[in-house]
């Protein structure tokens, strides 16, 4: 068996490698979704990957020196506030105190200063933990984590915008715990999955493949999506014709690694279904791409439909609905109008504006206490059941 051990994980992750490797393939050929995993095991860069050294990182700051009016709007956005340190965080510097029942548990999160702390009372004692950092922009909520020794945990209660106080963090089980450390928070365990939380909302969280979120920037800032920027930085300053080619520019994907780019964090359609989110029902709303991509007009599209279509992802998400229509007229013709070979799609026959508060549903997921748009763009029928 001793023998035999390491010669099976050698043809497993030569198999893994195979896999990957006719994946790349089969998505150039035919357009298909990746999984982020064989994204992220791809040469070049892409979102959440952990190769590059600190010192590769040039700093949002620097880049702003050259994309001020960029690096301003964006500073506005949700992603750029997508975990901050617990001292930082708006929403608890708002509520020095903050309280939740669950059975025979009690909860306090108080706040003081740049400190906060999460504490669970019962018959059978109490337990507490300092809070470190905080996850969310704060508009739907946020989620707190603490660490104990070499452990990363999820706090069990998240704050929520819409209620302004706490309840069960999605993804939790919402059955009362069996002890005190349980109804505290959950251990992040694999190492991986705490590494890839810190993936998707800090930046540089880890390099040279090693996970360091002590060094990590809070939010996703320019390097998070573009890469890291030392090597351009210095090539535009010394005027080098290669500058450009030394920075990645997700505008030059083709639409579907687009929505795979985007959907390292936000999830692929083979994230979704890999990981058997599927069947799940309201809650995969949250998680666009994969809604996106099972849209009759994404599978019949011609170039024109990707998440940046839509969505500038250096400014901030536009809420009024009229604006969308614009996007949708690119394809669909309006009453009235004449079909071109670029608006060959039929005109709605119902209305002519607000399509996506029709075509495009919002729906609040149980205990999620804020609502979601569906990006699989469809006919909502009276009664039918959301589609999962």
């Given at each position: 068996?001793?023998?035999?051990?390491?010669?099976?994980?050698?043809?497993?992750?030569?198999?893994?490698?195979?896999?990957?490797?006719?994946?790349?393939?089969?998505?150039?050929?035919?357009?298909?979704?990746?999984?982020?995993?064989?994204?992220?095991?791809?040469?070049?860069?892409?979102?959440?990957?952990g190769e590059a050294a600190r010192e590769e990182y040039v700093g949002a700051t620097e880049c702003a020196g050259c994309h001020g009016s960029t690096a301003a709007s964006y500073r506005n956005t949700a992603m750029a506030h997508a975990v901050a340190h617990v001292g930082d965080s708006e929403s608890l510097r708002q509520h020095a105190q903050l309280t939740f029942q669950d059975g025979p548990f009690h909860y306090l999160l108080e706040t003081s200063g740049d400190k906060s702390g999460l504490r669970v009372n019962s018959e059978a004692g109490a337990v507490s933990a300092d809070l470190l950092w905080a996850f969310g922009a704060g508009r739907m909520g946020q989620t707190y984590l603490y660490q104990q020794k070499e452990d990363w945990f999820e706090s069990r209660v998240s704050f929520f915008s819409e209620v302004q106080g706490l309840d069960i963090t999605p993804g939790h089980v919402r059955s009362i715990p069996g002890s005190l450390s349980g109804a505290l928070g959950l251990k992040q365990d694999p190492p991986t999955e705490i590494r890839r939380c810190f993936g998707c909302h800090t930046t540089a969280s880890a390099t040279d493949n090693h996970f360091d979120p002590a060094d990590a920037v809070p939010g996703v800032n320019c390097e998070a999506c573009h890469g890291p920027g030392a090597l351009h930085?210095?090539?535009?300053?010394?005027?080098?014709?290669?500058?450009?080619?030394?920075?990645?520019?997700?505008?030059?994907?083709?639409?579907?690694?687009?929505?795979?780019?985007?959907?390292?964090?936000?999830?692929?359609?083979?994230?979704?279904?890999?990981?058997?989110?599927?069947?799940?029902?309201?809650?995969n709303v949250r998680f666009?791409?994969?809604?996106?991509?099972?849209?009759?007009?994404?599978?019949?599209?011609?170039g024109r439909l990707s998440c940046v279509a839509c969505h500038?992802?250096?400014?901030?998400?536009?809420?009024?609905?009229?604006?969308?229509?614009?996007?949708?007229?690119?394809?669909?013709?309006?009453?009235?109008?004449?079909?071109?070979?670029?608006?060959?799609?039929?005109?709605?026959?119902?209305?002519?504006?607000?399509?996506?508060?029709?075509?495009?549903?919002k729906y609040t997921p149980p205990n999620l206490h804020s609502s979601f748009t569906d990006h699989w763009i469809r006919i909502v029928r009276s009664g039918k059941p959301y589609p999962d």
């Open positions: 068996m001793r023998v035999c051990r390491p010669r099976g994980l050698l043809l497993l992750f030569a198999l893994l490698a195979v896999v990957s490797a006719r994946l790349a393939i089969a998505q150039a050929i035919s357009g298909i979704s990746l999984p982020t995993p064989v994204r992220v095991g791809n040469p070049g860069w892409w979102p959440t990957k930085a210095r090539a535009m300053k010394a005027g080098e014709a290669s500058a450009k080619q030394l920075i990645f520019n997700p505008a030059h994907l083709d639409p579907v690694e687009q929505v795979d780019f985007c959907g390292a964090c936000h999830r692929t359609w083979q994230d979704v279904v890999g990981t058997g989110l599927t069947g799940v029902g309201m809650l666009a791409p994969y809604r996106l991509e099972n849209s009759k007009c994404w599978r019949q599209q011609d500038n992802p250096h400014k901030p998400l536009v809420r009024d609905a009229n604006t969308y229509d614009a996007v949708c007229e690119q394809c669909h013709v309006a009453r009235g109008m004449k079909k071109t070979a670029a608006r060959a799609a039929p005109a709605c026959p119902v209305a002519t504006k607000n399509c996506v508060s029709c075509h495009m549903q």
